[in-house]
């Protein structure tokens, strides 16, 4: 009897402190469906991306023994993993053919950081086909590091979002058949932002508070986004792990509602994707470790129906 008190008395210590009944009566979303989890495995899964054509998921797999960080697909129906690239991949961005991938290369000792200590790198563009798997070119940006990249509806650009020296902190084009790097919008260097392309007109849409924006792609006056406090108020005495939620914002109504997509009562969200029917999208979530306690290393992906 004492040894199982002592046990209890060590859980409750390793957890904080026991679960308060709005969190043991929390539950999920019923349109809400775990699409990979990390079983408490050495393998975490971030920033998923539907295919063009609905059939594949694509995403970084982070391994932790040895500490790798893998492009790789997954087949919808069967789930199969088909690993595409292994070469550290930070973040990446398909293109809207579907035949092309540009990602972010990093070092080995970068992928468990936080990326933000990675602005004295060089980070290298490298931009592969996804059928071959080859490389077509590959591209050192004039910025030091890259914090977000997406590629214009027509595919002859890619925009992406450099952070180094406050003169050239912005977004810039990369023009992708010469090669052309042009400064198009300089941003405050202290502030962290994420942006999505407006899907008509390329309009660069960005916020250091709406994080992860992703159009609908049959409804342009619609975006999904994440309001996770832990990455816009870093250091903020504000419970982040209670508020954070995923909306549905329509800019021609001006309504946010939230999507009530949280799988966890304590996480935190990574980058968004809609299928291309806009009925469904997929998202990263930080999986927490006992109640409070929430390793932002430990993504499971996630999948709302929404309609």
Known sequence: ????????????????????????????????????????CEEHYFSPVFSPDGKKVYCIVRKLSPIQNLL????????????????????????????????????????????????????????INTLTQSVIKEFNPFIAFVCDLEYTH????LIFLGYGDTAK??????????????????VIANKRYTFTLHPENDSIFYSDSLWYPEFNPLNSSEFVFSNDQNASQWLSDEPWYISCELYLYDLKENTKVSLNAKPYYYTSFGKISFSPCGRKIIFSAARPLIWESVDFSRQELWILNLK
Do not use: Q
Not at 171 to 179: A, I, K, M, R
């Open 154 to 157: 027509d595919d002859s650009f």
């Open 72 to 127: 790789v697909s997954i087949n919808i129906e069967d789930k199969k993993i088909d690993t595409i690239v292994r070469d550290s991949v930070l973040l990446f961005a398909l293109n809207h053919r579907g035949d092309e991938i540009a990602y972010v290369k990093g070092k080995t000792d970068d992928i468990c950081e936080d990326p933000w200590s990675r602005l004295n790198n060089e980070d290298k563009i490298v931009f």
């Open 1 to 40: 009897m004492k040894r199982i008190i002592l046990l209890m008395v060590v859980w409750i210590l390793i957890g904080g402190y026991c679960p308060t009944e709005e969190e043991r009566r929390f539950k999920r979303n019923p349109n809400l469906e775990l699409f990979l989890s990390d079983t408490l």
């Open 169 to 186: 902190t912005g977004f810039y084009s990369l023009e992708l058949t010469s090669l052309k790097e042009t400064l198009l919008v300089k």
